[in-house]
Structure formats: structure tokens, C-alpha cells
């Protein structure tokens, strides 16, 4: 059964800093991760996928990284700005294929000016 | 359309009544996935469509909770007999297609509210 654990559940950091949120998935018999981004009263965006034969994936100051053996993820954000104050969650297939997300609960970040 | 459209955005309801929810998904798109989101919780898993079919149901809390889709397109979550448990926000997401990898397109969800 996969599981996937977000960690810090929040975080406050002030404007600049470069940060990095993590995601752990149980099952590594994975073939894509993601993540997303949540808005107060929106829906999901997606930020980034990473497929298993990838290690990192890049769009803009994001970087997200897949280490499938360690069961980890990691998102990297560069030079934070306030608009980036956001809930991110990661996403992991489950058992039944490619069409079963399992998220996790989410990283509530606030970037402070 | 240019996105995933969920209606109505907010539904305040009174325990036992029925309840049905609607998702446009995007032009073309075969798949659509509904997913829940109680507070502080991660996203749930309800059901997922394949075209008109549903493969997999395996997420739907109970009985009192079905789905369906028409023309490949519309899909509507009816909870029936509604319970305070049911207070969540109600996601849909559709993909243009089922192969790795999968990416998905969310709506805004709809807040519903079972007092």
C-alpha cells in the first residue's frame, strides 16, 4: 500500500530564502511523482512530474529531485518570493496504475516580505 | 473549455438531503478522477473514469455515494442522504490520457457543508 508522508507539515521563512520541502512514498515501485501547488479556495496545479527514469526535473526556481531506492522527494525552491505562499503536495501512484494518486497532506509554506 | 470546470462552488445542504455535484472536464480529455479533501486531511481517492466506464470505484466511502459520466465528457458525484462526515471539498481532475506519465488538471472543487 503506498503512503506518502509530507514533512514540515508548515513552514515560515522570510523573502529570499532558498527552501526545500520534503516527500517521502513507501511503495518505490513508482514510475512518475509530482508535485503541486494549492491555493486558499483553488484546486491543484501541477508543478512539476518526474518520471522514474529521471533524477531531477527543472521549470524556472523549482527543482524537484526523485531518489526511488530512498523512497524520497524533494521540492527546491530558489530565491522564495511572497507569491509563492502556498500548500504543496506531492502526488505518488499507487498499487492499480498510472491513474491512482496518492497525496500526501501537504507543506503550507508562508514567505514573509 | 479552458479548464476544469466543477459547479456549484459551494453547497450548503441539511443532513439527509441529497446532493449532486458537477465537473466539466477539459475538451477531449478521457479521463476524470474525483478526489476529497477534508480538512487538514491529505486527498482521498473516490473514483476514477475511464470514458463513460469507471474501472475503479474502489474509493467511494459508501453506498449512498455514485457517479456517473455522459458522452465521454459531463461527470456528476451524487451523495444520497447526506452526513456531517460528508462536510469536505470535492475535486475533480481530468488527463488526456490513462499512459505514464499522467498529468493532471484540477478544478477548484466544491465546498460542501452538511449541517
Known amino acids: 500500500k503506498q503512503e506518502v508522508t509530507q514533512i514540515p507539515a508548515a513552514l515560515s521563512v522570510p523573502e529570499g530564502e532558498n527552501l526545500v520541502l520534503n516527500c517521502s512514498f513507501t511503495d518505490s515501485a513508482i514510475y512518475n511523482l509530482q508535485w503541486f501547488r494549492q491555493d486558499p479556495g483553488k484546486g491543484l496545479t501541477s508543478l512539476l512530474l518526474?518520471?522514474?527514469?529521471?533524477r531531477e526535473q527543472t521549470s524556472g526556481r523549482l527543482n524537484a529531485s526523485l531518489d526511488k531506492s530512498s523512497g524520497r522527494s524533494t521540492l527546491y525552491i530558489a530565491a522564495s518570493q511572497p507569491g509563492d505562499s502556498a500548500t504543496y503536495l506531492c502526488a505518488a501512484p499507487g498499487p492499480s496504475g498510472t491513474y491512482k494518486y496518492i497525496f500526501g497532506t501537504g507543506t503550507r509554506l508562508k514567505v514573509l516580505a | 473549455g479552458a479548464g476544469v470546470s466543477q459547479s456549484p462552488s459551494n453547497k450548503v445542504t441539511e443532513k439527509g438531503k441529497d446532493v449532486e455535484l458537477r465537473c466539466d472536464p477539459i475538451s477531449g480529455h478521457t479521463a476524470l478522477y474525483w478526489y476529497r479533501q477534508s480538512l487538514g486531511q491529505g486527498l482521498e481517492f473516490l473514483i476514477y473514469?475511464?470514458?463513460?466506464?469507471?474501472?475503479?470505484k474502489s474509493g467511494l466511502p459508501s453506498d449512498r455515494f455514485s457517479a456517473e459520466r455522459t458522452g465521454g465528457s459531463v461527470s456528476t458525484l451524487t451523495i444520497q442522504r447526506t452526513q456531517q462526515e460528508d462536510s469536505a471539498v470535492y475535486l475533480c481532475?481530468?488527463?488526456?490520457?490513462?499512459?505514464?506519465?499522467?498529468?493532471?488538471?484540477f478544478g477548484s472543487g466544491t465546498q460542501l457543508s452538511v449541517l
Open positions: 518526474i518520471q522514474s527514469s529521471q
Open positions: 473514469f475511464q470514458g463513460n466506464s469507471a474501472p475503479d
Open positions: 481532475a481530468s488527463s488526456g490520457s490513462t499512459g505514464a506519465p499522467v498529468k493532471l488538471f
